[in-house]
DNA sequence: AAATTAACGCAACTTAGTTGCAAAAATAAT
DNA sequence: ATTATTTTTGCAACTAAGTTGCGTTAATTT
């Protein structure tokens, strides 16, 4: 499935992602919007936005759905596995441009990695 | 909270990770245990030996709670961050022995790290 | 054996995410 | 420009994971 039409909805998410780096919980995004439109709208949209190649999603700390904007990742696979950052103390999630060595072991044969670093982002060591 | 009582959930439960070296969804367990003990029970029975230092927990790809014995992890605080292996053949979840390299990047202070690994393990290679 | 304390079961709840279907909106066709 | 087609949306209901409160049971302690 891709986007066939780009509508008021998906344009409003859209910009949410191009006005800021970090990423997004999708609980976040659905409070963003919950007046301007349905959760179900919100999930439908970043799936098609992540069916272009737009955004990509990711599985944060506590198992929820993040979404972030794709830089490197160019196509539509995404099969760049950059490291994720969580700020323990402002919540904040980030992409890191980072490549990972992600070393092979034993008999496994690895094809992706998902990655998550904790502490603390450079705002909130100043505090 | 800690360990008071060793009553037969508790050492059922403990049982089937001493009997395997594979990590354990929550999922799993409680549906394992369904005819014996309350989800409620498994929950907390699995809080109770993290807490003691016997297993630890992780957030698995799909936002599972997945928990696994532990080695390396001899205190309470389980600050050995290692990786975890999840085959996309057959599901199974592993610890890994391993240390990974994290690179301390800008101005963050990372502390910790979630990495999870996915591919094909030894068994599923060969068939 | 009685009292204390920890562990458990149950039911109800919360929260994230999904599904089916009808209505609305956008595009295409006549 | 109306009509027909297709995509998108809203809504309500649902599933599944995990949590909470509270009364009861069971294990220790005295």
Redesign the pocket.
């Known amino acids: ?10 344009n409003a998410i859209l910009s949410v992602f191009e006005q800021r780096e970090e990423a997004l ?3 976040d995004l ?2 963003e919007f919950k007046d ?10 970043l ?2 936005l992540e069916n272009e190649g737009v955004i990509h999603s990711f ?2 700390s506590k ?4 979404y972030a904007k794709c830089q490197t990742c160019t196509t539509h696979h995404h099969h760049d596995v950059h490291p994720h950052f969580e700020c323990k103390d402002c919540g904040k999630v980030e992409c890191l441009e980072l490549e990972i060595e992600i070393p092979q072991i034993n008999n496994r044969h690895i094809d992706s990695a998902s990655i998550m670093l904790q502490g603390q982002c450079a705002d909130c060591i100043k505090k």
């Open positions: 499935m891709s986007i066939k039409r780009k509508t008021k909805s998906l919980s999708v609980v659905v409070d301007d439109m349905n959760k179900t709208t919100v999930y439908r949209i799936e098609r599985t944060g198992g929820l759905m993040w």
